[in-house]
């Protein structure tokens, strides 16, 4: 029997499929449809893919539907294709793909390529409705230009055949918008919701896509930070005033687009703590509220500013890979505390066009991912010719801050971790205190301590954007409303009224410490090599399983003055990886049980030396000594989310 959950909105599908290629006086965009299936909410694009010749059986279906149809097509590559090979495929589709169910066995199109129907003018179908959760059979002949790929779609009685996309809802509040990609190559915000309390977010089937050498990330589906232009969206930059009162985009950011160029599939755009600084839950986000850390007790902060990519990465299956950037550590930051890999490149070799400046000198974007394999592959698509993998190692070892002893798990894991590195490496080990070691070898010219030289060096760079955001945006929204300012959150705030104070000079100051910084790195403690592209790694703890409340009271915000172990690589210009390697128990004071937050170790070479420690990483996984996390209440077991 037919299930009736998607005839409600047949007839006005099949309606929307007619009138779409129809003149009329004013503009009419389909925008497509949603539709339940079996409880599970879909949407349905208007863009038809493919028209098939609806045989009498279907026909029959269609009009008992109401004209829409939920169906599977499956590939037969010759005319023996019978049950047992219909059986292994829908085995495959369902184990390897969320969109795809049984309830889109109600048709089934058996889809014949590398044959000539003209051939075999009496073939009949192959007998597969003995199969009882098969419906209706038909079949067709693909040509190059006709194929469709297997999967689940949606067909109406004129034979138009549309994707079937599946909405999941942002429990996590991950993003700000979710969207759909127009034919044009501009985007539209997602026209479709579903119960949950949060935005609804499309994602295609797996089966429509085959990776290719020209698309790496071919279905990869990826959600992107916003303060990424995407054209024909707007970009809030974790600002409201700002959202409303700029236009959608033209362009799409060149980094964005060589990611769509490769495959990936565009979902959404996702949370940043405002203008990319750097604010903690719950006091801090005022216009927007933060996203939730799925992991352990689900209260945790999820750092910033790439808090949305952290957070989805962290907590949803669908969601494969999420675009960030990474000034002081808004990359590594959310990657630490969610138990994901993620990089903060050499400064320098991904481009920033089309990206909303912080402090150019130290801005860079970077991937978050439970994935190795498919942060590796993105990572090559965004360096383009700025990568090479590499595998051949350093023998030297330096650890920052790394602990003496088993007095914890965490302790434990990361003892145990650069006990295998250095084995797996044939590696000597030496602890690195790069205050001591600027003491006994900085430049002869500079009297500086290192926490003088760098002490307010970050804060200046960063209030670059009185000039580079503040300014412009105040002087077109006071214009445009009556000399109004918009509101601003308290940490922008504070820190861009601390940036007044300065001299003008301070800016060309502070990029010259950082300069001074950099060449002292590159001279003195992650330096090239001809053979291993640097001369040792350096490694210091990335994350311990400390907690971070969301609930607790909070002093206003400060300037983010000093040095500490993670303005090395930006300051230095130079690659940060974090690698999960594990997770550790705590007793939390929300849920009053032990609960497990992640543990990971950060990696730094000389710069440039990105494509080593992406080779390293791949090694690493072979050698069973890293692995890909999981989504949900635990990055190593999965499970499901506290509420």
Known sequence: ??????????SALLLLSQVASTSFAFKFT????????????YYIPPDVVSTITVSKHLKKALDSAGGLLPFTVVNANSFDYGERDFSQAITSYT???DVFSKSFLEAIYVQYSGVSSHKYPGFSAPKLSGNSSVGVVTTGFASNTSSIPAGPYFVTSTGAVHQAWKLFSDVQGAFLETTIANQDGTFSVLPANVEGQSLAIAVPSRLYFTKTEDKPLAGVRLGIKDIYDIAGLRTSNGNRAWYHFYPPANETALTVQRLIDAGAI???KMKTSQF??????TADWVDYHEPFNPRGDGYQDTSSSSSGPGAGAAAYDWLDLTLGSDTGGSIRNPSQVQGLFGNRPSWGLVPLDGIMPMAPQLDTPGFLTRH???WIAASKVLYQDNITLSHNYPSKIQTIGWPTNNSSVANGLLLSFLDKLSTFLNATTSTLNITEQWTASHPANVTSSIVELMNITYPVLIGQQTTSIRDPFYAAYS???SGRVPFINPVPMTRWAWADSLPKSSVADAAHNKTIFQT?????????SESTCSDSLALYVGGAGTTNYRNAYRKAPGIPYGFDTSKVSNMGSGPDFVIPIGETPYVSNITLQTEYLPVSVDILAAKGCDGMIFGLVQDLIKAGMIKGTKAGYSAVSGEQILF
């Open 1 to 10: 029997m037919v299930p009736r959950c998607y005839q409600s909105v047949a």
């Open 30 to 41: 389909p925008t497509g449809q949603t539709v339940q299936l079996d409880g599970a909410s």
């Open 95 to 97: 184990s390897t793909d």
């Open 266 to 268: 565009i979902v959404g």
């Open 276 to 281: 990319a600084n750097g604010e903690t839950a």
């Open 372 to 374: 190795p394999d498919i």
């Open 479 to 481: 214009a445009a409303n």
């Open 520 to 528: 002292w790195i590159h001279d003195k403690i992650l330096t090239p």
